[in-house]
């Protein structure tokens, strides 16, 4: 019966992009055409060496060293004593959803991991990259890298709080389990690992061109706020969502629930590079605890640590907006204004006495 339900919504879903492609080819075209340029410039350059080096450091001897910071907190905490999932969630947080997917994967394959301890690893290793957040959400959407650190730093806590939480839920005897027998060990290698990083490159580039092709078509169908139109992208890719969040008031606080809750594309994108067997149950039921704890976590340093954002501003224009001048700019400012005022008082001497100054005449 379940499968009879989701058959029907994937069919009314096909039939629903069909009758967008034919009706609205114009704004269709055009976000296939914005997704494929995201790919383009920034998908393919930031994760595909991360997916290659992330395989091959989870699969080599230096998977069981390397995140030696984060083994009290893997073992004690969550519970898992593979020296190889601390390295699995280092990487994760530096590359992101989609590096997380695959390591978390490739040490449950071999035997490393049980499912119920994937499930609490993939909860706070899943999230968006330092990179992505910081330069992209931070920098070049709200215009302070400091907002954008503020924000994986809360998102990153919340994750930790989260997987630490899901350590006391009960788990089902087939959640237990290694790894059933029908699994053969994989051989991994620098070959393999390129393969399977094309292969991931390929799964996420066509999750971004759809969503973002969807959410062009169905934003010209409907006229919404600046608002609305931010919820709706970011309910379908989180990076639209993000972009359009940065001209709404509040914009930082926004962004972090939007990070924070992932989107569809970045969910689909996990279930289709992690393992089949691997559940992803966990990881979409602590969304509203981990959206919660990231908003207040966020908001809580901005109001420890107030820092400036760019905002939408109805002031008069005749505001006058201070700064500060850095220490090595304001030294050169000194020292050229002295030379200025120096070459002005010789000048006043001159004028004052012109006698003294003056050349001597020859008489002939």
Not at 96 to 112: N, P, T
Not at 229 to 241: D, K, M, N, P, R
């Amino acid at each position: 019966m379940k499968k009879l339900f989701s058959g029907w919504i994937l069919g009314l879903l096909g039939c629903g992009m069909g009758v967008l492609i034919l009706t609205l080819p114009v704004p269709t075209l055009e976000g296939i055409r914005q997704g494929l340029l995201l790919c383009y410039r920034q998908v393919i350059p930031s994760l595909f060496p991360f997916f290659v080096a992330s395989s091959l450091i989870v699969s080599s001897p230096l998977s069981q060293w390397l995140g030696c910071l984060l083994i009290p907190y893997t073992k004690f905490v969550l519970g898992i004593p593979s020296r190889r999932a601390a390295t699995a969630l280092l990487v994760s947080w530096l590359g992101g959803f989609a590096v997380a997917a695959r390591s978390i994967s490739q040490i449950y394959q071999e035997g490393e991991i049980t499912p119920s301890q994937s499930q609490r690893l993939m909860v706070c290793a899943v999230g968006s990259s330092p990179a992505f957040v910081i330069n992209t959400v931070g920098l070049l959407f709200l215009g302070s890298s400091k907002l954008g650190l503020r924000i994986w730093l809360a998102h990153l806590v919340a994750s930790l709080i989260c997987a630490m939480a899901l350590r006391f839920v009960p788990t089902s005897k087939s959640q237990k389990s290694v790894k059933p027998a029908s699994v053969a060990p994989p051989s991994f290698g620098l070959a393999s690992a390129i393969q399977g990083a094309v292969q991931s490159i390929l799964v996420v580039c066509g999750f971004v061109v759809f969503f973002r092709a969807l959410g062009q078509s169905l934003l010209h169908l409907m006229e919404l706020s600046p608002l609305a139109q931010a919820i709706l992208y970011g309910t379908l890719e989180v990076t639209s969502g993000c972009q359009v969040a940065s001209s709404v008031h509040g914009a930082a606080l926004l962004c972090a629930a939007l990070l924070s809750g992932q989107s569809l594309s970045v969910l689909l994108q996990v279930k289709a590079l992690l393992h089949p067997l691997l559940s992803m149950g966990w990881l979409i039921g602590i969304r509203p605890l981990h959206m919660l704890l990231t908003v207040g976590l966020f908001q809580a340093s901005c109001v420890l640590w107030p820092v400036s954002q760019s905002v939408a501003s109805t002031l008069a224009p005749q505001v006058i907006v201070t700064s500060q001048t850095a220490p090595d700019v304001a030294l050169v400012v000194f020292a050229m204004c002295c030379v200025v005022l120096s070459a002005c008082h010789s000048g006043c001497k001159e004028q004052t006495h012109p006698a003294k100054n003056r050349p001597p005449v020859i008489s002939s």
